[in-house]
Nanobody, 125 residues
């Protein structure tokens, strides 16, 4: 069982930056594909970004490309999402997700086995 705990959300103005963190339990973190999804009120959960367990492979939604950066620190069992130039439409609950031992980076919710509880990000205009 993998437990994921997100932190770093908050209320910011448009144009500001935030860094989300997701701490994972378990000794096999280095072999997990890690991802961030988000869900705005009244909308479906959507893919934001993911990072593979090797070769620094990453993927981003078009809506955040160039503004958000995903990274991981395996020694700390932690994945990060640096969010710059935030917009009001980035307002959502952000969820961390883990997919153990798979090479391909998936953008599909049902491909991820483990989820955190979410952290709220609110961007005011």
């Amino acid at each position: 069982q993998v437990q994921l705990v997100e932190s770093g959300g908050g209320l910011v103005q448009a144009g500001a930056s935030l860094r989300l963190s997701c701490a994972a339990s378990g000794r096999a973190f280095a072999s997990y594909t890690m991802a961030w999804f988000r869900q705005a009120p009244g909308k479906e959960r959507e893919f934001v970004s993911a990072i593979g367990w090797t070769l620094g492979r990453t993927a981003y939604a078009d809506s955040v490309k160039g503004r958000f950066t995903i990274s991981r620190e395996n020694a700390k069992n932690t994945v990060y999402l640096q969010m710059n130039s935030l917009k009001p439409e980035d307002t959502a609950v952000y969820y961390c997700a883990a997919q153990p031992g798979v090479w391909e980076i998936s953008r599909l919710i049902n491909e991820y086995d483990y989820w955190g509880q979410g952290t709220q990000v609110t961007v005011s205009s």
